[in-house]
């Protein structure tokens, strides 16, 4: 009786295993990159990682911090990002642009930053760039910001803030590679702020 009773006990949903944590965040990954941010639930994920939705919750607290942990982020762009939409829409694109440097001139968030943008080039990660990077992190800039058509100029935004990461910190291409933060930010600022508050076609 107590065997039977012991055995039905171990049936369904896995309990909290040392390695459910890993199974959560290689379910979430996949979810991500197969169904984007806006298609993947924490019920998808938890059905995927064979464990109870309420267990993601406790690991990983809401959706968009599972999101961040799926893509192994040395920060929270949250977090680093706030001040740029509290400061208003005047100088805007300094304040992004200033903060974007600082984290990638950290030599210590380079390795994971680096090997995120590696994988963009792969089908997954371009879907993880479009349906999340844009609409979990950039996108509530652009919002808060009060901006008009906040999709389409956190994307013009954010095609800027990739090619400096490409030139810059992937390929290493002067002048850019060893151009003072303070020159990159004179020179680029003014274009994101375009971005932000001209006039769209």
Aim: a neutral charge; hydrophobic letters at 45%.
């Amino acid at each position: 009786m107590s065997s039977t009773a012991s055995s039905g006990a171990r049936r369904g949903r896995r309990p909290g295993a040392p390695d459910t944590r890993a199974a959560i965040l290689a379910a979430a990954r996949e979810l991500f990159a197969s169904s984007g941010y806006a298609g993947t639930s924490i019920r998808g994920v938890a059905a995927a990682a064979g464990v109870d939705a309420a267990l993601v919750h406790h690991y990983f607290g809401t959706k968009d911090d599972l999101f961040l942990a799926a893509l192994q982020l040395p920060v929270d762009p949250r977090v680093m990002l706030a001040p740029v939409a509290e400061g208003g829409l005047d100088g805007a694109g300094e304040r992004l642009l200033r903060t974007f440097v600082r984290v990638w001139d950290d030599e210590r968030n380079q390795p994971s930053l680096l090997a995120l943008v590696r994988g963009l080039a792969e089908p997954s990660g371009q879907r993880l760039m479009r349906d999340g990077v844009l609409q979990m992190i950039l996108g509530p800039v652009g919002r808060a910001l009060g901006v008009e058509r906040p999709e389409e100029r956190m994307a013009l935004v954010a095609s800027q803030l990739v090619g400096v990461v490409i030139l810059r910190y992937l390929l290493g291409a002067e002048p850019l590679a060893s151009m003072a933060a303070d020159d990159l930010v004179a020179v680029y600022a003014p274009t994101l702020q375009r971005y932000l508050v001209e006039p769209l076609p």
